[in-house]
């Protein structure tokens, strides 16, 4: 997309790869934040199904999680986005706590980085199932946070619990960069 013109541009063929790739991410970023501020800025956005997708997957977060707590032999109440387990007030999932930015932004990565698309097919979705794993194992370690450490809920949720899940996405970002994305014009120019 934007090859062409950076090769025209560039002199020094070694940065027209580093250059495209800050591009592309910058557009990613742009158009996710447009999708934000239209979901959170106009009713029926995208005819209701900004709304919509956040209500399901909230749900969905929901539910696996509850139900994790109760295979683990916790007293569990759910509806819509809240989890009450016996003896605490019960977490409520907010939209931030959804990781749908963080689902977007590790797909715009993968599509923005290396030529690889039969590996980018598999692997976002791949990424994208780890990701919504962590989540829910995080979802799940904060109510049992707040249940036994209620003092360190703040702690937990804010800090600990977020480096968690973007240590998985880095992780995730880093297998992909050294074993799958293999740009062969990176190869190629660097040699």
């Known amino acids: 997309m934007f090859r062409p013109v950076l090769q025209k541009l560039f002199t020094d063929k070694k940065m027209v790869l580093p250059v495209e790739f800050v591009l592309k991410m910058g557009l990613v970023y742009a158009v996710w934040r447009a999708l934000k501020y239209g979901g959170e800025s106009f009713e ?45 007030p019960g977490v409520y999932i907010g939209d931030l706590c959804l990781g749908v930015a963080p689902l977007f932004i590790f797909a715009g990565f993968i599509l923005s980085y290396g030529d690889k698309w039969r590996n980018k097919l598999w692997f976002i979705p791949m990424g994208w199932v780890l990701i919504l794993i962590t989540n829910v194992m995080r979802t799940i370690a904060l109510v049992l946070v707040l249940l036994y450490e209620k003092q360190w809920f703040k702690l937990a949720h804010e800090y600990v619990y977020v480096l968690l899940t973007y240590g998985v996405i880095f992780l995730l970002v880093m297998w992909w960069m050294n074993k799958l994305a293999d740009n062969p014009k990176l190869t190629q120019e660097g040699s």
């Open 44 to 88: 029926n956005f995208l005819l209701g199904g900004w709304d919509t997708f956040y209500t399901v997957f909230g749900r969905f977060i929901t539910i696996i999680s509850a139900q994790a707590l109760r295979i683990m032999g916790y007293t569990v109440t759910d509806f819509h986005r809240m989890i009450i387990v016996e003896g605490t």
